[in-house]
């Protein structure tokens, strides 16, 4: 009988806003994979529900049909926290839960194991979310596992994320494709470099300090320097004259260029000129002008506050740089200072720094800031997205509808 898996979303989504208004949490990339990869991997035989919170479930069933069946009343189900970053040794802790039992990481509720009709009583009337730390089951504190609670921590352990997905998806065959003698490879036993991707003369790959991951149609241009830990994801381009150091994740179809260090691109997003981007974190559909810039080391080398949900918050951690919302857009030469929060559907340029913290739907740069309206907001959208020959839905237009009208207060203070 196959193992019944649920990934659900609780409280904690909260603070790794504005990167996951239209997606769940688990759907947030991490190495070479997103969290949600990471268990459909290692639990590979499994039936895999997806929870979210009540105004994704639209979107998600458009997105995943296949992973919304709904389990029967009396089935058992392992409910696996959609924050936690599965490892192996992870994976057979919660493989062997009992009916009735759970793990605890720092003495929150990450995986438990429950009949279906007994976990209903742990969803709360907010968002339609779970939690499970009320529930009086046997508890067993795990160790030397990850679980996501901001935006930084992503960016903190992303090198460490791609060396452990390397090894979970490593081939017999590292390089499919011919190179010329004007290209160095460096550890070439940590690079993997998939079907019908150019990588063309005068590029170095350089994987002595972590694995280069390059995926399916990629072309790399010439005078490229990349430095492991490195992933680059299918149908993605990278300009001449770029350096993408260590601990970097670049998803399916963008483009990019410049400067890039410590720092997670989603998938559909650009960044293709130059200029420095580090510690960061972008979501998908986002582009980033010409000379943008971000900091993400303060002048006197003490720990970055950032605004996330309503309050500043220490991160513990010296670099911290720029955190950007879906479908956000700069103008050429913009700057952004240290631990900057900018939210969904952004469209920033003029001189200076704007502010630390932009809410979504916001229209402006350091001198002022107005609401970005929502039906031109759609019509950018839609007409970016239809370049890439993906069709806005009428459920994710609704979407970005109802995350207009849920950060209002925000625009209005």
Not at 67 to 83: A, L
Not at 90 to 105: R, Y
Not at 347 to 367: A, H, Q, R, V
Request: hydrophobic share 35%; with cysteine.
């Amino acid at each position: 009988m196959k193992m019944n898996i649920c990934l659900f979303e609780d409280i904690g989504y909260k603070n790794l806003l504005p990167l996951v208004y239209l997606r769940p949490v688990y759907d947030l990339n991490c190495g070479i994979l997103s969290l949600r990869e990471k268990v459909g991997k290692y639990f590979h035989k499994a039936n895999i529900n997806l929870h979210s919170r009540d105004y994704l479930q639209d979107v998600m069933v458009e997105r995943y049909p296949l992973s919304n069946n709904k389990f029967s009343d009396s089935e058992e189900i392992i409910y696996i926290n959609g924050r936690l970053v599965i490892n192996r040794d992870l994976c057979k802790q919660i493989s062997k839960l009992n009916v009735g039992e759970g793990l605890t990481l720092n003495n929150e509720v990450v995986a438990v194991k429950l009949i279906k009709k007994d976990a209903k009583r742990f969803y709360l009337t907010e968002n339609d979310l779970l939690d499970f730390n009320s529930g009086n089951f046997h508890k067993k504190e795990v160790k030397d596992s990850k679980i996501i609670n901001y935006p930084w921590d992503l960016v903190n352990i992303n090198g460490e994320e791609i060396r452990n997905d390397f090894e979970l998806l490593r081939n017999k065959t590292n390089v499919n494709v011919k190179l010329t003698s004007h290209i160095v490879l460096i550890n070439r036993k940590s690079i993997f470099i998939d079907k019908r991707t150019v990588i063309n003369p005068f590029v170095v790959l350089d994987a002595s300090e972590g694995p280069i991951y390059i995926g399916k149609n990629v072309e790399i241009f010439p005078h490229v320097t990349i430095k492991g830990p490195v992933y680059i994801g299918d149908n993605s381009l990278v300009k001449s004259n770029s350096y993408i150091y260590h601990n970097t994740s670049i998803g399916k179809v963008c483009k990019v260029g410049g400067e890039i260090e410590n720092s997670i691109i989603h998938s559909y997003s650009n960044k293709q000129h130059e200029g420095f981007l580090g510690h960061s974190y972008l979501g998908s559909w986002i582009n980033i002008g010409a000379s943008t810039n971000n900091s993400d080391l303060k002048n006197n080398y003490s720990e970055v506050d950032v605004y996330v949900n309503g309050k500043m918050v220490n991160s513990g951690s010296k670099f911290v740089g720029l955190i950007m919302g879906d479908h956000s857009k700069t103008a050429i030469n913009t700057m952004f200072n240290t631990g900057t929060n900018v939210g969904v559907s952004c469209n920033l340029f003029g001189s200076g720094f704007p502010p630390k913290y932009i809410p979504s739907f916001s229209w402006g740069g350091s001198e002022w800031l107005r609401t970005y309206d929502i039906t031109k907001c759609v019509e950018v959208a839609k007409i970016v997205m239809q370049r890439r020959n993906i069709i806005l839905t009428e459920k994710e237009e609704l979407l970005l509808h109802k995350i207009y009208d849920l950060t209002s207060t925000e625009r209005r203070n």
